[in-house]
Antibody, heavy 118, light 107 residues
Framework: EVQLVESGGGLVQPGRSLKLSCAAS????????MAWVRQAPKKGLEWVAT????????YYPDSVKGRFTISRDNAKSSLYLQMNSLKSEDTATYYC???????????WGQGVMVTVSS | DIQMTQSPASLSASLGETVTIQCRAS??????LAWYQQKPGKSPQLLIY???SLQDGVPSRFSGSGSGTQYSLKISSMQTEDEGVYFC?????????FGGGTKLELK
């Protein structure tokens, strides 16, 4: 059974940093692209970052480019999201997801809440 | 960026009723379209990929169709457990984008 478990969320002040983690199990982690998708309170879904199987290629939307960094450790079956220069508009639930063939997000974690506020 | 527009924003349906949700892309996405269901307090779950392929474990009352810029999700017989928010997503090209969502409630 595929499982994705996020951790590391919390309350952080604007301008500060936070690092999210995602522990994967139930599949061969190194064979899949992985992604982060977020959802602001009562809002829709926004793709945040994707990383290739080896970690050599990363993709971001303009809204987070230069501030967020996605990375992975295939030996630990773990995915990370380093978030710097956080803004109030980054407040959201962040989901770790498997990005199957870079087409769809076929498995999702339970999500972790990030609140950016002074 | 490819913009995804869903309609309606919300709807209510009776048990056993057929429900259809529409999704329009701002350019041809060549059937690179997925549908997700999100129940209250839960993470999204993949229902349909490639516009019409049913994800493993998804009930057969769900179906997807469409091509070019116009796509739809159909629920052939509304059930209580189908309440939630439905999102479409284009997987053709970066940046991957979602529709705004359609909230489905039981009448």
């Amino acid at each position: 059974e595929v499982q994705l478990v996020e951790s590391g969320g919390g309350l952080v002040q604007p301008g500060r940093s936070l690092k999210l983690s995602c522990a994967a199990s139930g599949f061969t982690f190194s064979n899949y692209y992985m992604a982060w998708v977020r959802q602001a309170p009562k809002k829709g879904l926004e793709w945040v970052a994707t990383i290739s199987t080896s970690g050599s290629r990363t993709y971001y939307p303009d809204s987070v480019k230069g501030r967020f960094t996605i990375s992975r450790d295939n030996a630990k079956s773990s995915l990370y999201l380093q978030m710097n220069s956080l803004k109030s508009e980054d407040t959201a639930t962040y989901y770790c997801a498997r990005h199957w063939k870079q087409l769809v997000f076929d498995y999702w974690g339970q999500g972790v809440m990030v609140t950016v506020s002074s | 960026d490819i913009q995804m527009t869903q309609s309606p924003a919300s709807l209510s349906a009776s048990l056993g009723e057929t429900v259809t949700i529409q999704c329009r892309a701002s350019e041809d996405i060549y059937s690179g379209l997925a549908w997700y269901q999100q129940k209250p307090g839960k993470s999204p779950q993949l229902l349909i990929y490639g516009a019409s392929s049913l994800q493993d474990g998804v009930p057969s009352r769900f179906s997807g169709s469409g091509s070019g810029t116009q796509y739809s999700l159909k629920i052939s017989s509304m059930q209580t457990e189908d309440e939630g928010v439905y999102f479409c997503q284009q997987g053709l090209k970066y940046p991957w984008t979602f529709g705004g969502g359609t909230k489905l409630e039981l009448k």
